[in-house]
């Protein structure tokens, strides 16, 4: 019998085995149910994510258990909702963590922003509940907003506390540069908000995966960092299609939504190598340096990234606020007993 052509073999393998060859493929979910088959390296949650797993029937045990461990530590009301959010955030994390070899993303408050101790403060608390359960903070990536107050609080917590930061919400090639001169250790920058944004803001309503603008922001990002040997590596995020991962293909990690990812496993087209650090070495790109007036400066000319951070803090603080409100309600149920 002849052996299979390597054309034969790469037609019956999927998207997602191809994609894996030359990009880590990381689980963009709280719903950890949702992601034994795809066996991704990573995982990642924000509290939108929480809050839509939280809804979930499958995972009111953990809220019940989190409720408990909040009433349990005492003080306010509002201390109280707070220690119950943090032990929900890491309980997810936990379960998440038996499911996945690497690491899991979870994500600072929306609302803390613009405080860059409070945010160092937050993380810490975060990592101390992942240590108590027994998980090494090697294990844990703390999602923070690409804020310069963020970026900041990243800086503090890699080189202080040898913590490990996933800037999140990063829209412009600003946030990108002053993440990677803070020496955190990943991004996330966001390709399908990016989309989201040209489609509501131009005439342009449709774009081949090479001509996205999303895929073309992080292929800049990519590209500037390999170019110039930063050691802060991107995963790609926030994906509308499964065009844009394939675009987007060799870059160092990509996180993927369940639905996606069961796309990719059921395609079985060619998934070439589109980013690698080689070709980024022949890129026409200059060095920048940014303190903070410059990356507001930056920033700010970008409308699109201003836009898109604002809109991306208030979503995650009002879905906060959301799981907040339902984490009273149930606290409530268990103090009057029923």
């Not at 054309?7 to 992601?35: P, W």
């Not at 943090?86 to 070899?101: H, Y």
């Not at 940014?290 to 699109?304: A, C, G, I």
């Amino acid at each position: 019998m002849s052996a299979e052509s390597p054309d034969k073999r790469r037609k019956m393998e999927s998207a997602l085995s191809q994609l894996k060859k030359h990009t880590v493929v990381v689980a963009d979910t709280g719903d950890f149910n949702a992601i034994d088959e795809y066996k991704p390296q990573d995982a990642t949650t924000n509290p939108s994510l929480i809050l839509a797993a939280a809804k979930m029937p499958a995972y009111q045990q953990l809220l019940d258990q989190a409720i408990k461990y909040g009433i349990a530590k005492g003080g306010t009301e509002e201390e109280q909702v707070a220690n119950t959010m943090d032990k929900l955030f890491v309980s997810f994390g936990l379960e998440i963590l038996k499911k996945v070899p690497g690491r899991v993303s979870t994500e600072v408050d929306a609302r803390l922003s613009f405080h860059k101790d409070e945010m160092v403060a937050k993380a810490l608390k975060l990592i101390a509940l992942y240590e108590e359960a027994g998980i090494s903070k090697e294990r844990v990536l703390i999602k923070l907003s690409s804020t310069w107050e963020g970026i900041q609080a990243g800086k503090e917590l890699e080189e202080k506390h040898g913590v490990h930061c996933n800037m999140t919400l990063l829209f412009s090639f600003a946030q990108a540069v002053a993440c990677a001169e803070a020496k955190v250790t990943l991004i996330s920058p966001f390709v399908g908000r990016i989309l989201d944004w040209y489609k509501e803001n131009t005439d342009r309503k449709s774009y081949e995966p090479h001509e996205d603008p999303g895929v073309i922001s992080v292929t800049k990002i990519y590209n500037y960092y390999k170019k110039f040997g930063y050691g802060t590596v991107v995963m790609g995020a926030s994906f509308r299609n499964t065009g844009e991962v394939k675009a987007l293909a060799g870059c160092d990690l990509l996180t993927i939504s369940p639905g996606l990812l069961a796309e990719l496993s059921s395609d079985h087209s060619n998934v070439p190598q589109m980013l690698s650090a080689e070709k980024a070495k022949s890129c026409k790109l200059e060095k920048v340096h940014l303190d903070e007036k410059s990356f507001r400066w930056e920033h700010n000319e970008d409308r699109m990234a201003v836009e898109k951070l604002s809109d991306g803090i208030r979503k995650f603080a009002a879905d906060a606020i959301k799981l907040e409100t339902m984490i009273k309600e149930k606290m409530l149920s268990v103090k009057n007993g029923q």
